[in-house]
């Protein structure tokens, strides 16, 4: 297993727009994450699945924004109608979760998006 | 989820140890502390985690003292590519979701 990996790597779309990212994990994590991070500041927790079931949302996660892992392996994030407030780097994460392990996360290398 | 205050920058130079402290006052009994590494452009990368005492890996150490309240992330014989931000995260496994990274501290080494 090679690790996170998300796609796409770089994505420039005009305001308004819809986009779609996809995160894969590491394949034995029952665990994903979704982070923001924006320069100079470390990551922000958008929300995260255990299996196919969102467990939580952040309140910085606006209606515009929604998040899936329809067979509890990859993840997708849209952002409708893009702004240009959305400009930032996505971090997925995955983590195989129980109650006796470290829950250590791994992360991917980020979508980074651009908004014009 | 304990807040976690750290210095937002350091320097050192190479082949010196490095010492990065963090205060998490708040931190709660089933609470872990976590310490990521991250470079420009990537992922944060997991460097070390631990619950009390003293842990240690390839490359770093982890001091937490009796009382929990802070902890100190050790790096020894720095390196050029050390440099990086570093962040400090106090959570328990339940809180995973909720993971609260800070600014982080920017270490820089100068050869």
């Known amino acids: 297993d090679t690790g996170v990996s998300q796609d796409p790597r770089h994505k420039i779309t005009k305001r308004g727009q819809n986009v779609t990212f996809r995160c894969d994990p590491i394949?034995?994590?029952?665990?994903l994450y979704w982070y923001r991070q924006t320069l100079g500041q470390g990551p922000e927790f958008l929300t995260y699945?255990?299996?196919?079931?969102?467990?939580?949302k952040s309140r910085l996660l606006s209606d515009r924004f929604s998040a899936e892992r329809p067979k509890g392996s990859f993840s997708t994030l849209e952002i409708q109608r893009t702004e240009q407030g959305d400009s930032a780097m996505y971090l997925c994460?995955?983590?195989?979760?129980?109650?006796?392990?470290?829950?250590?996360?791994?992360f991917g290398p980020g979508t980074r998006l651009t908004v014009t | 989820l304990a807040k976690t205050t750290q210095p937002i920058s350091m320097d050192s130079y190479e082949g010196q140890e490095v010492n990065i402290t963090c205060s998490h006052n708040?931190?709660?009994?089933?609470?872990?502390i976590t310490w990521y590494q991250q470079f420009p452009s990537q992922g944060p990368r997991f460097i070390i985690q631990?619950?009390?005492t003293k842990v240690t890996n390839e490359v770093a150490s982890l001091f937490i003292p009796a009382d929990r309240k802070s902890s100190t992330l050790s790096l020894p014989r720095v390196s050029l590519s050390d440099t990086a931000v570093y962040y400090c995260?106090?959570?328990?496994?339940?809180?995973?979701?909720?993971?609260?990274f800070g600014d982080g501290t920017t270490l820089t080494v100068k050869p």
């Open positions: 995260l106090a959570g328990g496994n339940t809180n995973a979701g909720k993971s609260t």
């Open positions: 699945f255990q299996n196919e079931a969102q467990l939580e």
């Open positions: 631990g619950y009390k």
């Open positions: 994460a995955s983590s195989f979760y129980s109650k006796s392990s470290s829950n250590e996360q791994y």
């Open positions: 394949s034995e994590h029952n665990r």
């Open positions: 708040n931190i709660a009994t089933n609470d872990y």
